[in-house]
C-alpha cells in the first residue's frame, strides 16, 4: 500500500527537478546564446582588424624606402617642420611665439 504522503513528497520532488531542468535549459540557451554573440563580435573584430592593416599597408608613407636608413631620412625631414634642436621657433605656435613676446590674450 502506497501511502498518500509519499505520493505528495515524490510530486513534489519531480516538480522541483522538473523546474530545475528546465531553469537549467534556459540558463544552458543563454550561455550560447552569449557564447555566439562573443564569437560573431570577434570575428568582426578580426576583420575590422585586416582591413585596417591593408589601409595601413597602402598608405604607408615610408613604402618606397628599402631599409631602415631611408626611413629615418625620411622620418627626420617630415619631423624638421616640427622640432629643431638649433631653432627654437620651430613647430611653435602664433599664441606661444605672441605670448613670449608679451603680448597676451590675442585671440
Not at 562573443?38 to 592593416?53: Q, T
Request: proline share 4%; glycine share 4%; with cysteine.
Amino acid at each position: 500500500p502506497v501511502k498518500p504522503q509519499s505520493l505528495v513528497r515524490g510530486f513534489i520532488v519531480r516538480s522541483i527537478f522538473h523546474r530545475a531542468r528546465l531553469h537549467a535549459y534556459e540558463v544552458g540557451m543563454a550561455a550560447v546564446c552569449i557564447q555566439r554573440f562573443w564569437r560573431r563580435a570577434g570575428a568582426v573584430a578580426n576583420a575590422v582588424d585586416e582591413v585596417l592593416a591593408l589601409k595601413r599597408a597602402r598608405s604607408n608613407p615610408f613604402a618606397s624606402c628599402e631599409n631602415p636608413h631611408e626611413v629615418l631620412q625620411r622620418l627626420r625631414q617630415l619631423t624638421s617642420k616640427l622640432y629643431d634642436s638649433e631653432d627654437v621657433r620651430v613647430g611653435l605656435r602664433i599664441s606661444t611665439l605672441l605670448a613670449r613676446l608679451g603680448v597676451a590674450d590675442v585671440e
